[in-house]
T-cell receptor
Framework: RKEVEQDPGPFNVPEGATVAFNCTYS??????FFWYRQDCRKEPKLLMS???SGNEDGRFTAQLNRASQYISLLIRDSKLSDSATYLC??????????FGIGTKLQVIP | EPEVTQTPSHQVTQMGQEVILRCVPI?????FYWYRQILGQKVEFLVS????????KSEIFDDQFSVERPDGSNFTLKIRSTKLEDSAMYFC?????????????FGPGTRLTVL
């Protein structure tokens, strides 16, 4: 089983749609979880941290299920500018961080 | 807003040559990292550095690679005797202001092309 597994997509959705991405991780001792966004040939940029209680930032909602070792990201009211690759990132602490392959989102006018 | 910077943005080298990639982490951060991303593949962890020593490294980070913090601001990745398969984007990251969260902030990357 891969350390961090994501569906690479692409997900093609119309503007205004709601889209959800999932991610599973294999190491039950993982401590920190993040969603990063990566535009083509650019650096990953933090979108949001993910907490067990779930957290929301505007149109973005992230959830963590430790029992199932599963992380999700929901994007509501998709904008053209949301087109990017969304990276699920899992950390064991301050050191090694493991990235998923990323899920590519294309928002279509 | 403070940010991680990297130089050069693009480095072209001949196979077998040595390259040094440079990074200036965010000034009050304590942990520094190097990652690489081969075109079309996922971001891969190379090494983490804390308190002037390597704290963790991946199986990719073999004797060909070394890291150094030569002064109070720069953090470098040296690749000795580059191979064709070293061609990738190399990202530097830093994290953890004292007492802060472990979120990593990435620099814009150096694209290394080995010919």
């Amino acid at each position: 089983r891969k350390e961090v597994e994501q569906d690479p997509g692409p997900f093609n959705v119309p503007e205004g749609a709601t889209v959800a991405f999932n991610c599973t991780y294999s190491n039950s001792a993982s401590q920190s979880f993040f969603w990063y966004r990566q535009d083509c040939r650019k650096e990953p940029k933090l979108l949001m941290s993910v907490y067990s209680s779930g957290n929301e930032d505007g149109r973005f909602t992230a959830q963590l299920n430790r029992a199932s070792q599963y992380i999700s990201l929901l994007i509501r009211d998709s904008k053209l500018s949301d087109s990017a690759t969304y990276l699920c990132v899992v950390s064991g602490g301050y050191q090694k961080v493991t990235f998923g392959i990323g899920t590519k989102l294309q928002v279509i006018p | 807003e403070p940010e991680v910077t990297q130089t050069p943005s693009h480095q072209v080298t001949q196979m077998g040559q040595e390259v040094i990639l440079r990074c200036v982490p965010i000034s009050n951060h304590l942990y520094f990292y190097w990652y690489r991303q081969i075109l079309g593949q996922k971001v891969e962890f190379l090494v983490s550095f804390y308190n002037n020593e390597i704290s963790e490294k991946s199986e990719i980070f073999d004797d060909q690679f070394s890291v150094e913090r030569p002064d109070g601001s720069n953090f470098t990745l040296k690749i000795r005797s580059t191979k064709l398969e070293d061609s990738a984007m190399y990202f530097c990251a830093s994290s953890v202001p004292a007492g802060g969260p472990d979120t990593q902030y990435f620099g814009p990357g150096t694209r290394l092309t080995v010919l």
